[in-house]
């Protein structure tokens, strides 16, 4: 099968990468930290990992987030 992207492209054609789905890992990151230290004895738990993830995906997925992934790849006219 033919390579059906430009070589050295990808990063272009996926700004939600650049843009909220990066902003959701720092977030969760940071919550389940919080999470963890409240509650946690050793390792983040089901209970754990979807309570830091959800706040991180709403506090994430915004427009402006949206947005701001394709302005960094630059598909923003």
Known sequence: MANLLPAHSSHVLQPCDLGPF???KRLYRRLLIDVCTKRCESQPGKVEFLEAFTMAYVKAITPKNIMA?????GIWP
């Open 22 to 24: 990066s902003v959701v």
């Open 69 to 73: 992934g394709f302005e960094a790849t």
